[in-house]
C-alpha cells in the first residue's frame, strides 16, 4: 500500500476505523479479529480507536483490548500505528458524555497505556472539546503527557481552525494529526482539511462513508460516485476513499469495518487512480 506520514511516521495512505467493532451491534470477538487481521494483511498501519469504544459501563476500552490481542497475535502488528483517544466517555446507557479536565485525560491515557501494553502509545489524541473545561486546558494535558514520554506523539479530534491554529501553539508545533467528520455528505470540515494541507498535519476523515448507519446508501445517494464506480468496475466506497486522498497529501483517511471483506474493499482504494474530471466532477457532487 502507498505510505502517507503522520508526524514521523508513514503509515498506509488507508486506515481503519476500529469502533465499529465495540459498540453496538458489534460482531463476535471471532470476526473482529479476522478483520483486524485482514486489515494488516491488505497493508493497513494505521488503527483508529479510543477509549469510550464500548457497550457497558463496565468494559470501558473494549475496543483498544481487542486491537492488543488482535495485533499480538499477527506477525505485522509491530508495525501499526495505534492512534486512540480520551475525553469522551459511555456510562452505560447508550449515551456520550464528555470529560476534558486534564485529570481525567490523564487518568484516561494511564489507563489505555495498559491495555495496549505499551510503553508509549503512537498517536493520542483529545477526543472532544468540553464546554465545561478550557480548551487550552485540555491540550496543556496532552503536552504534559507527551512531555513525559506517554505518548509519543499527539493530536487532536472534532476541532475547528482556531481550535487546531490553539493546539499547535500549546504543543509547540507538536501536533501531529486532526480527526474530523468528513464524507460526501458531511464536507463541513473542508476549511480544517484546507489549513492541516497548509500546516502540512495529517487530517483523519472519519465516517467517511456517512457514519455506520449510511455507509450501505453511499451509491444510493451520491449518484456521481456510483457512476464512476462503475466505470472503475470498483465499489463506491472505493471511489469515495480515493476522491478523498487526492483533495490532500496529508489526507488519511479512517473508514470503519467490522467485517474482512469490508476492510479488504476500503484497502484497495489506496491504489485507485481517478482522472482530474472525475476529481471535479465529485468536488462538485
Not at 456510562?91 to 510503553?119: F, I, M, N, Q, Y
Not at 471511489?239 to 467485517?259: F, H, T
Request: aromatic fraction near 4%; charge should be negative.
Amino acid at each position: 500500500m502507498h505510505t502517507r506520514r503522520i508526524g514521523d511516521v508513514q503509515v498506509g495512505s488507508v486506515g481503519l476505523g476500529a469502533m465499529p467493532m465495540s459498540i453496538e451491534g458489534r460482531p463476535d470477538e471471532s470476526r473482529s479479529l479476522a478483520t483486524l487481521h485482514a486489515a494488516l494483511d491488505a497493508g493497513v498501519t494505521l488503527i483508529d480507536t479510543a477509549d469510550a469504544y464500548h457497550v457497558g459501563a463496565g468494559e470501558v476500552g473494549h475496543n483498544e483490548t481487542l486491537i492488543a490481542k488482535a495485533l499480538a497475535s499477527h506477525d505485522r502488528g509491530g508495525d501499526v500505528l495505534v492512534a486512540t483517544k480520551g475525553g469522551h466517555l459511555r456510562p452505560g446507557d447508550g449515551s456520550w458524555t464528555l470529560d476534558g479536565s486534564p485529570g481525567h485525560l490523564k487518568r484516561a491515557c494511564e489507563a489505555s497505556l495498559r491495555r495496549l501494553g505499551v510503553e508509549a502509545i503512537g498517536l493520542y489524541q483529545f477526543h472532544r472539546p468540553d464546554p465545561r473545561v478550557p480548551y487550552a486546558d485540555s491540550v496543556r494535558a496532552v503536552r504534559e503527557l507527551l512531555d513525559e514520554g506517554k505518548i509519543r506523539m499527539a493530536g487532536i479530534s472534532n476541532a475547528g481552525p482556531e481550535q487546531i491554529r490553539e493546539a499547535g501553539e500549546i504543543l509547540g508545533g507538536r501536533l501531529v494529526s486532526v480527526q474530523n467528520q468528513f464524507s460526501p455528505a458531511f464536507r463541513s470540515s473542508e476549511p480544517e482539511l484546507r489549513l492541516c494541507g497548509e500546516l502540512g498535519i495529517a487530517f483523519l476523515p472519519y465516517s467517511p462513508f456517512g457514519g455506520i448507519a449510511r455507509a450501505g446508501e453511499l451509491a444510493a445517494q451520491h449518484v456521481p460516485f456510483a457512476r464512476i464506480a462503475r466505470a472503475h468496475g470498483v465499489s463506491a466506497h472505493q471511489v469515495c476513499l480515493a476522491w478523498m486522498l487526492a483533495r490532500s497529501p496529508v489526507v488519511v483517511p479512517i473508514p470503519g469495518a467490522s467485517r474482512p471483506e469490508s476492510v479488504r474493499d476500503s484497502a484497495r482504494a489506496a491504489d485507485l487512480v481517478l482522472t482530474a474530471g472525475e476529481i471535479a466532477e465529485l468536488d462538485a457532487a
